[in-house]
T-cell receptor, first 109, second 116 residues
Framework: GQNIDQPTEMTATEGAIVQINCTYQ??????LFWYQQHAGEAPTFLSY??LDGLEEKGRFSSFLSRSKGYSYLLLKELQMKDSASYLC??????????WGAGTKLIIKP | NAGVTQTPKFRVLKTGQSMTLLCAQD?????MYWYRQDPGMGLRLIHY???????AKGEVPDGYNVSRLKKQNFLLGLESAAPSQTSVYFC???????????????FGSGTQLSVL
């Protein structure tokens, strides 16, 4: 079956760095997405990776290893507003998105 | 710029009642989607549309119907609500479709539906 695994919850300190991991098992692979979702709000797009390597966007970076079926989202210089759930989604050979349950990130002062 | 607008924000139904959720987008997107989000689970696609007048089934279509009579609107209907349909429903739209690149989904603010 197809599956996306990511930790349920993580805690980090304001100003620090945190890495949220995601492993995927999909029938074929056509890209991996990360979305941010604040409590009670809509998910918003963060990043898209289809090739191996690191994509950097300001404080946020996303990494992909297709051979390992693995991705991570790296958040630097954490701010309180980064407290949110981070959703990982893989796209299979039929271009269907398979979503993980999300990682709730708690930032402490 | 409104983006994707969903109404209503909250709704409570009794088992067997019917309802329609409205989604409107002002970005001229071709592709629109309805998802449900349940605790401990990833987003699951209910139905989607690749353009005005078209609809297609997603992963969990049973018990739901949709219509896309106008490009900017995508309606989700429940004909006979069941407690298993208690969930948060999100509408989304995208400019590009699957296979056309990294289609970025724009989500509405969600509807919390409780079926008693």
């Amino acid at each position: 079956g197809q599956n996306i695994d990511q930790p349920t919850e993580m805690t980090a300190t304001e100003g620090a760095i945190v890495q949220i991991n995601c492993t995927y098992q999909t029938s074929g692979f056509n890209g991996l997405f990360w979305y941010q979702q604040h409590a009670g709000e809509a998910p918003t797009f963060l990043s898209y990776n289809v090739l191996d390597g690191l994509e950097e966007k300001g404080r946020f970076s996303s990494f992909l290893s297709r051979s390992k079926g693995y991705s991570y989202l790296l958040l630097k210089e954490l701010q309180m507003k980064d407290s949110a759930s981070y959703l990982c989604a893989g796209r299979d050979s039929n271009y269907q998105l398979i979503w993980g349950a999300g990682t709730k990130l708690i930032i402490k002062p | 710029n409104a983006g994707v607008t969903q109404t209503p924000k909250f709704r409570v139904l009794k088992t067997g009642q019917s309802m329609t959720l409205l989604c409107a987008q002002d970005m001229n997107h071709e592709y629109m989607y309805w998802y449900r989000q349940d605790p401990g689970m990833g987003l699951r696609l209910i139905h989607y549309s690749v353009g005005e007048g078209t609809t297609a089934k997603g992963e969990v279509p049973d018990g739901y119907n949709v219509s896309r009579l106008k490009k900017q609107n995508f309606l989700l209907g429940l004909e006979s609500a069941a407690p298993s349909q208690t969930s948060v429903y999100f509408c989304a739209s995208s400019y590009e479709g699957p296979g056309q690149g990294g289609e970025k989904l724009f989500f509405g603010s969600g509807t919390q539906l409780s079926v008693l």
